[in-house]
């Protein structure tokens, strides 16, 4: 199992901007494709932000040209930059990864709070 653990979440005025940090364990970090996903209150959990190990990324129409995923392998790291938030930003940020060997690993989520 991969632990998985995100950070950088809080309360922001809307307009403003916030990174998240996702560290995952694993000296096979390069090769998992990693994944940011998000649930606000009774809603179903969507995707934000996906990269492949290979770099290549991906984002919903909700979110594209305000948020970029990004990652660092040296330091086991991917990072979520949200700019320009949104009140309806606001949920439960998760990090997934996803090794070609264990299958996906989520962490326990951090809070991303938009105030209008």
């Known amino acids: 199992q991969v632990q998985v653990v995100e950070s950088g979440g809080g309360l922001v005025q809307a307009g403003g901007s916030l990174r998240l940090f996702c560290v995952a364990s694993?000296?096979?970090?390069?090769?998992?494709?990693m994944g940011w996903y998000r649930q606000a209150p009774g809603k179903q959990r969507e995707l934000v932000a996906r990269i492949t190990s290979g770099g290549s990324s991906n984002y919903p129409d909700s979110v594209k040209g305000r948020f970029t995923i990004s990652r660092d392998n040296a330091k086991n790291t991917v990072y979520l930059q949200m700019n320009s938030l949104k009140p309806e930003d606001t949920a439960i940020y998760y990090c997934?990864?996803?090794?070609?060997?264990?299958?996906?690993?989520w962490g326990q989520g951090t809070q991303v709070t938009v105030s209008s």
């Open positions: 997934e990864a996803d090794s070609p060997f264990l299958g996906p690993s």
């Open positions: 694993g000296r096979m970090f390069s090769i998992y494709d």
